[in-house]
């Protein structure tokens, strides 16, 4: 069964330091989306996008934030200069079409993201 | 806020037993979708249920909805020690771009 897959599992990173998060989407799926979970706390949406553009952001996905498809299949999460209050689950998500009433919206296995 | 809230928080049962977790939403919505997490882990997604539908099963898994009470309840019937884990409703609400809302979850144990 196609699944969303991502990588790494585990970054740990210094304040201060880029770092990429990659995903592979479902690869018949058109939507692709970044979510994270900080520890203890709800799932949080970050950005969607389709088409090769940003169709939603949310009030977390500041400057410091950028997604891209460079390739076919891969979907990225870049944050510039990661701060401590960026560790948190991220996990990517992609849905086959979106339409009045929506679809399933499948999630990958998670990057954890553990800024020092 | 549109968020999903559900309830109870934990929840804990005895193998066999069946496991009735509730959702509540405070906007209209597209759609409902329920997911599991274990812990530590990814999200699972369970069953989507659009506001035009009322009642979904798959396998164990019966989910309702009522949208005039902006509710829903996902219900697991004879579970297993495996069925324990985090549950979470996410909402993709009326003129959102589909992007999910996620409520903080419940906690269910199943005892063996």
């Known amino acids: 069964e196609p699944e969303v897959t991502q990588t790494p599992s585990h970054q740990v990173t210094q304040m201060g330091q880029e770092v990429i998060l990659r995903c592979v989407p479902i690869?018949?799926?058109?939507?692709f989306y970044w979510y994270r979970q900080i520890l203890g706390q709800k799932v949080e949406f970050l950005v969607s996008?389709?088409?090769?553009?940003?169709?939603?952001k949310s009030e977390i996905f500041d400057d410091q934030f950028s997604v891209e498809r460079p390739d076919g299949s891969n979907f990225t999460l870049k944050i510039r200069s990661t701060k401590l209050e960026d560790s948190a689950m991220y996990f990517c998500?992609?849905?086959?079409?979106?339409?009045?009433?929506?679809?399933?919206?499948?999630f990958g296995p998670g990057t954890r993201l553990t800024v020092t | 806020s549109q968020q999903g809230e559900e309830d109870p928080q934990a929840l804990s049962i005895q193998e066999g037993e069946n496991a009735t977790m509730n959702c509540s939403y405070k906007?209209?919505?597209?759609?409902l979708q329920w997911y599991r997490q274990n812990s530590g882990r990814g999200l699972v997604h369970l069953i989507l249920?659009?506001?035009?539908?009322r009642e979904k099963h798959s396998g164990r898994l019966r989910v309702t909805l009522d949208t005039s009470k902006k509710s829903s309840s996902l219900l697991i019937t004879a579970s297993r020690a495996a069925d324990t884990a985090s549950y979470f409703c996410?909402?993709?609400?009326?003129?959102?771009?589909?992007?999910?809302?996620f409520g903080k979850g419940i906690t269910l144990s199943v005892r063996p």
């Open positions: 998500a992609s849905s086959e079409l979106q339409g009045n009433m929506g679809y399933e919206q499948y």
């Open positions: 690869s018949n799926h058109l939507y």
């Open positions: 996008f389709y088409n090769n553009e940003i169709s939603e």
């Open positions: 906007t209209s919505i597209n759609n």
């Open positions: 249920i659009r506001s035009n539908e």
């Open positions: 996410a909402t993709a609400y009326t003129g959102a771009n589909s992007k999910l809302t």
